[in-house]
């Protein structure tokens, strides 16, 4: 019963299995279908447009790229870091900036492009606008929204727009706003001055109160297009004259006329250390959400390294556990020498009368003849007056015990023989 069962169940799993694969390979197949051209589009506007599009990045300087909505991460198909990207995996002081500059930030960074001053904030260089069938054939100076963005050239069906307004990395502040006065401010407003100061907690404006000058109220005013444009021409003039990342950090240069807080826009992490001129300084966290070093007045080489909290003392935990485990198996080996009993040198054979045997095939085989005994009815009539009527078939046969005793005149012998080592 239990087989016939199992069998059932076996056919109904591989019926079963083979549905979910033919459902899944059509549904393959029909979505695939239905995407048309649509991959192949987006292969040659994605990853192989890197062949057919040039940016000239500035020389020992870091940019951005930005793109127009629906293209998340295209730019870095072709090599550029991008302003635009899906990361669901973001450090909390980024999200906490978008927050606080009335940026939705989920599991994407998608400033719409209203928000023009994020673009001088994060370095951006060029604009890249996907030209779509509609407005092929039309052309487009500038972008709306953001003034400061010139046409450049149309390469691989993307317009490229420029950022004359373009502010390298590393922008040095001598002012700075409380974070209070800071979150009173409309979102554009908050954008704006953020190139003119640095967003300070209580603590940092008491620490850095010789250095840093509140910025003045007429300043908290939002500026035109046409002022915010020469603001930001002006402001590249106070930024660092190079700029180097690799895997581990970044290196710049600053030349400054007085000391300074010199912000990255790189989102703030506990693991960050800094040093300027060789020497240790503090990473503060300014803009609630990027880092900021102080600088001295000359020349200034900043070195910024990343190193994952607790991945130094993981490292030496583990190294201690593995030695210490060693220590212990070699410790114990040393003690069990000499303790452990060898295996004795004898070997013993027994026959097949010394074995006791298996009855359990036999009950199988007594049962299932039971089983398929005849009715008792058919036997009463067909058999002779029985010489014991208490004696039915309703009742399986009892086997004979394997494990009774033998007669003592049986005639069984323990033959086994026993060899050792002549002890």
Request: aromatic share 12%; with cysteine.
């Amino acid at each position: 019963v239990s087989r016939g069962r199992s069998r059932k169940v076996f056919r109904l799993a591989v019926w079963a299995t083979v549905f979910s694969c033919l459902c899944t390979g059509g549904s393959m197949l029909y979505f695939g279908i239905g995407l048309g051209a649509e991959p192949v589009s987006y292969l040659k506007a994605s990853y192989k447009a890197k062949d057919e599009i040039s940016m000239e990045m500035p020389e020992n300087q870091f940019a951005r790229i930005d793109i127009s909505k629906d293209h998340d991460n295209y730019p870095m198909f072709w090599g550029y870091s991008n302003m635009r990207c899906f990361h669901s995996i973001v450090p909390p002081s980024l999200m906490e900036f978008y927050d606080a500059v009335g940026v939705q930030r989920d599991v994407a960074s998608r400033a719409e492009t209203k928000f023009y001053p994020l673009r001088e904030l994060f370095s951006v260089k060029y604009y890249v606008e996907h030209v779509t069938g509609n407005d092929a054939g039309e052309q487009h100076d500038q972008i709306a929204d953001m003034p400061m963005f010139k046409f450049l050239k149309q390469e691989a069906g993307y317009r490229i727009y420029e950022n004359e307004a373009y502010i390298p990395m590393g922008i040095a502040y001598d002012s700075y706003i409380d974070r209070e006065d800071f979150d009173k401010m409309t979102d554009l407003a908050k954008q704006k001055i953020l190139l003119k100061a640095v967003v300070l907690s209580p603590e940092q404006r008491d620490a850095y109160a010789g250095m840093l000058e509140p910025v003045s109220g007429s300043d908290k005013y939002a500026m035109s297009d046409d002022e915010f444009i020469a603001y930001c021409q002006e402001r590249a003039a106070d930024t660092c004259d190079s700029f180097r990342y690799d895997s581990y950090g970044f290196d710049a240069a600053i030349t400054l006329e007085k000391p300074e807080m010199v912000l990255f826009s790189v989102p703030y992490e506990k693991g960050w250390t800094a040093q300027v001129n060789g020497q240790d300084a503090e990473v503060e966290r300014v803009d609630v959400g990027f880092m900021a070093v102080r600088c001295g007045e000359g020349a200034n080489t900043i070195t910024f390294r990343y190193e994952t909290p607790g991945l130094r003392v993981g490292i030496i935990v583990m190294c201690c556990g593995a030695a210490g485990l060693l220590l212990y198996l070699l410790l114990m080996a040393i003690l069990d020498r000499g303790t452990v009993p060898a295996y004795p040198k004898q070997k013993h054979y027994y026959d097949y009368d010394g074995m006791e045997s298996f009855t359990e095939h036999l009950r199988y085989m007594n049962h299932a003849a039971w089983k398929q005994r005849p009715s008792p009815r058919r036997v009463r009539a067909q058999a002779k007056p029985a010489a014991h009527p208490a004696e039915t078939h309703d009742s399986e046969p009892e086997l004979p015990d394997p494990f009774a005793a033998k007669p003592a005149d049986s005639g069984a012998e323990e033959d086994y023989e026993e060899y050792d080592n002549g002890d």
